[in-house]
Structure formats: structure tokens, C-alpha cells
């Protein structure tokens, strides 16, 4: 197969610049942002760590996020517990269910950026 991986995600937003900027401060990804040792930035990219990646069409009539979204973006996170108290410090909503979380798996939580798009971020077990 001649795909290496996903190479961006494009969607649009009422504020751009704005929504750029949220994802940069509370997240630390977007163009600019370095998540792997060693890398640089540079001013159209986010050097992302490499590892697993979920790639999942869902049912048009799930309930695993909002019926009139159609995505939900997963990130992989290293210590979700101290990125969840950050985004607490910052005011954002953090949604949490023990049902979420298994051994094999993983552990979870859903935060929603400013337009309201989910956000589920995914620790993978260690």
C-alpha cells in the first residue's frame, strides 16, 4: 500500500484564526508545534509523535458523538490526568465515564473546542 498515513485534517470553522489558536494553546497542535523530540517546527505543520491511528466510519445514526457533527477527532495523549487538570485550570468542560475506559484499551475524555466539535482524548494503555 502506498499510504503512509494521514497527512491532514481539513474542516471548516466560523473563526479559523481563532480556532487555530485555541487548539495551539490548549492542546499544543497546529502549525508550528513540535509533539516529537527532535523535530523543528515549521510554519505550516504540527510534528506529531508517530503511533497508532483509528480510522473508523461510524454509523450515520450513532450516538457516540453529536448527531449533526460529522467527525469527532481523537488524540493520543501521554498522561491524560495532567492534561485534564490544564484544561479544568482553563475553564474547558471535560466529560469523563468510567464505561469509556478499559485495560485493553485505554482511558478517555471529551472536551469540545469553542465551534463545539468533540474532541476525545485517548490514552492508550501503557
Known amino acids: 500500500m502506498p499510504v503512509l498515513g ?3 485534517l481539513f474542516f471548516r470553522a ?4 481563532a480556532l487555530n489558536s485555541w ?3 490548549h492542546l499544543g497542535i497546529g ?10 517546527a515549521d510554519d505550516y505543520s504540527w510534528q506529531a509523535e508517530g503511533g497508532p491511528v483509528v480510522f473508523a466510519p461510524f454509523q450515520a445514526d450513532s450516538e457516540y ?11 493520543r495523549v501521554r498522561d491524560l ?13 471535560i466529560v469523563t465515564k468510567p464505561e469509556w475506559n478499559d485495560p485493553a484499551t485505554g482511558q478517555f475524555a ?12 485517548w490514552e492508550p494503555p501503557v
Open 6 to 8: 494521514i497527512g491532514g
Open 14 to 17: 466560523n473563526d479559523p484564526d
Open 23 to 25: 487548539y495551539r494553546e
Open 31 to 40: 502549525a508550528g508545534c513540535v509533539s516529537t523530540e527532535g523535530a523543528t
Open 65 to 75: 458523538f453529536a448527531a449533526d457533527k460529522q467527525f469527532m477527532l481523537n488524540l
Open 81 to 93: 490526568d495532567s492534561l485534564l487538570e490544564q484544561l479544568n485550570a482553563s475553564g474547558i468542560e
Open 110 to 121: 471529551r472536551i469540545h473546542d469553542p465551534e463545539g466539535n468533540a474532541i476525545e482524548l
